[in-house]
Nanobody
Framework: QVHLVQSGGVSVQAGGSLTLSCAVS????????LGWFRQAPGKAPEGVAL???????MYADSVKGRFTISLDSAKNTLYLQMNTLKPEDTAMYYC???????????????????WGQGTQVAVSS
């Protein structure tokens, strides 16, 4: 059984930085599609960043140049480094994992059954 356990987040002032972590256990597939989504109050979920076993990295336009996704394979931990945070980055953030032989995309990743428990990020102006 795959488990994703998140940590990090909380509150920060605009312009600050935060790092979210997502520890992945029970994942035995050689190919992976991992990523982060967020949902702000009253808004639809949004794909933020993803990384796949074929080296693909993808970011939402709203976070390009500010957020960086990375994977520490030795620790089985996914990270999201968030810099120059803005109030509009305020949301609940979720990590996700999916085993797939196809290309990794936000749409494909969003249909996974494997999600972290969520981490609240609040950015004040």
């Amino acid at each position: 059984q795959v488990h994703l356990v998140q940590s990090g987040g909380v509150s920060v002032q605009a312009g600050g930085s935060l790092t979210l972590s997502c520890a992945v256990s029970g994942y035995t597939y050689s190919r992976y599609c991992l990523g982060w989504f967020r949902q702000a109050p009253g808004k639809a979920p949004e794909g933020v960043a993803l990384i796949s076993s074929d080296g693909t990295r993808m970011y939402a336009d709203s976070v390009k140049g500010r957020f960086t996704i990375s994977l520490d394979s030795a620790k089985n931990t996914l990270y999201l480094q968030m810099n120059t945070l803005k109030p509009e980055d305020t949301a609940m953030y979720y990590c996700a994992a999916r085993a797939t032989s196809l290309s990794c995309s936000f749409m494909r990743l969003s249909s996974t059954n494997y999600w972290g428990q969520g981490t609240q990020v609040a950015v004040s102006s």
